[in-house]
């Protein structure tokens, strides 16, 4: 009888503490979730507020081991706001977001997410204009990167890119707060930032995203 007992009362005591894990799991994950929700709110509205300095602090770290953080905030302005070649204009905006799952990166000990948005912006070149030929082919050209582009002028094209994705990284090297960092594979600074179970996730998530977009052209 007492052997009975005994074992009925670890069935219990078993799945009592697989409930307990479980909804723990649940709520760590779900303050996740909202951290990083905030944190894309107040990047959109740091984006929208030009506000550049607070957009580099939020940026991944080991980006400034390859460049100095004054050098990116120049560069990051001079883009923004014009230099003697070109101009970038991002319009306010509020795209509608999607945060995926929080992945774990074992390997490393990081968690890390992707935030997928629509993005518009267009670009001025100042000291060029393009020809009918050469628009066509800019055009293809960022069509196979994902964007959609129109040229309002010869020197001016607007850009729509539906599935643009960052990508935000929690570890030691963050200080254990949320970082972001642009997907961009194009970039040897990408590599060099993240882990290989990171870029393999990023890349099969982003082929995700445009495949999904391709459904529904």
């Given at each position: 009888?007492?052997?009975?007992?005994?074992?009925?009362?670890?069935?219990?005591?078993?799945?009592?503490?697989?409930?307990?894990?479980?909804?723990?799991?649940?709520?760590?994950?779900?303050?996740?979730?909202?951290?990083?929700?905030?944190?894309?709110?107040?990047?959109?509205?740091?984006?929208?507020?030009?506000?550049?300095?607070?957009?580099?602090?939020?940026?991944?770290?080991?980006?400034?081991?390859?460049?100095?953080?004054?050098?990116m905030i120049t560069v990051l302005?001079?883009?923004?706001?014009?230099?003697?070649?070109?101009?970038?204009?991002?319009?306010?905006?509020?795209?509608?977001?999607?945060?995926?799952?929080?992945?774990?990166?074992?390997?490393?000990?990081?968690?890390?997410?992707?935030?997928?948005?629509?993005?518009?912006?267009?670009?001025?070149?100042?000291?060029?204009?393009?020809d009918e030929e050469t628009k066509?082919?800019?055009?293809?050209?960022?069509?196979?990167?994902?964007?959609?582009?129109?040229?309002?002028?010869?020197?001016?094209?607007?850009?729509?890119?539906?599935?643009?994705?960052?990508?935000?990284?929690?570890?030691?090297?963050?200080?254990?707060?949320?970082?972001?960092?642009?997907?961009?594979?194009?970039?040897?600074?990408?590599?060099?930032?993240?882990?290989?179970?990171?870029?393999?996730?990023?890349k099969s998530y982003y082929q995700?995203?445009?495949?999904?977009?391709?459904?529904?052209?």
């Amino acid at each position: 009888m007492k052997t009975k007992f005994s074992k009925a009362l670890l069935r219990c005591s078993t799945i009592l503490i697989f409930c307990l894990t479980l909804n723990s799991y649940a709520q760590d994950t779900g303050t996740k979730q909202q951290e990083l929700d905030s944190l894309t709110k107040v990047m959109f509205e740091h984006t929208n507020n030009k506000n550049y300095d607070a957009l580099i602090d939020m940026t991944h770290p080991k980006l400034f081991e390859i460049v100095p953080k004054e050098t990116m905030i120049t560069v990051l302005k001079s883009m923004l706001e014009g230099n003697e070649e070109m101009s970038i204009d991002i319009p306010e905006q509020h795209p509608e977001y999607k945060i995926s799952d929080v992945f774990k990166d074992e390997e490393n000990n990081s968690d890390f997410a992707f935030v997928s948005y629509a993005l518009h912006m267009s670009m001025t070149f100042k000291n060029q204009e393009f020809d009918e030929e050469t628009k066509n082919s800019m055009v293809q050209m960022m069509k196979l990167q994902g964007m959609e582009a129109e040229f309002v002028s010869d020197s001016t094209i607007n850009l729509n890119m539906p599935n643009s994705m960052t990508i935000m990284i929690n570890d030691e090297s963050t200080n254990n707060k949320w970082a972001m960092i642009n997907y961009d594979p194009d970039s040897p600074m990408f590599f060099q930032i993240l882990s290989a179970p990171v870029l393999e996730k990023a890349k099969s998530y982003y082929q995700d995203l445009m495949i999904a977009h391709k459904k529904k052209e």
